[in-house]
């Protein structure tokens, strides 16, 4: 499984971006898809996650801000975050995890970067 993360970039705090996430090497059933990010100094935290035939889950810091979604024909996962605040700032990671294996990828990263 490769994942590829992309629509990073700096904004001003109350700005949008979109993140995409293009996946390979497998399908979008059975598997959970998901956003991860990591600020500087700090632990990597979920901000959201979907699972096949399922609907969003998000963490509380982005609830009513970003939206998860994806395109299963396409192998593609969204986030749109809206409002963006400075403490939204971190890389932010692509994740897929097979119900079947357990087994986590991750992709490389894409930078967002949030100023106030």
């Known amino acids: 499984v490769q994942l590829q993360a992309s629509g990073g970039g700096l904004v001003q705090a109350g700005g949008s971006l979109r993140l995409s996430c293009a996946a390979s090497?497998?399908?979008?059933?059975?598997?959970?898809m998901g956003w991860y990010r990591q600020a500087p100094g700090k632990e990597r935290e979920l901000v959201a996650t979907i699972a096949s035939g399922r609907s969003g889950n998000y963490a509380d810091f982005v609830k009513g801000r970003f939206t998860i979604s994806k395109d299963s024909a396409k192998l593609m996962v969204y986030l749109q975050m809206n409002n963006l605040k400075p403490e939204d700032t971190g890389v932010y990671y692509c994740y897929h995890r097979a119900w079947s294996t357990q087994r986590a990828y991750w992709g490389m990263g894409t930078l967002v970067t949030v100023s106030s």
């Open positions: 090497g497998t399908t979008f059933s059975m598997v959970t």
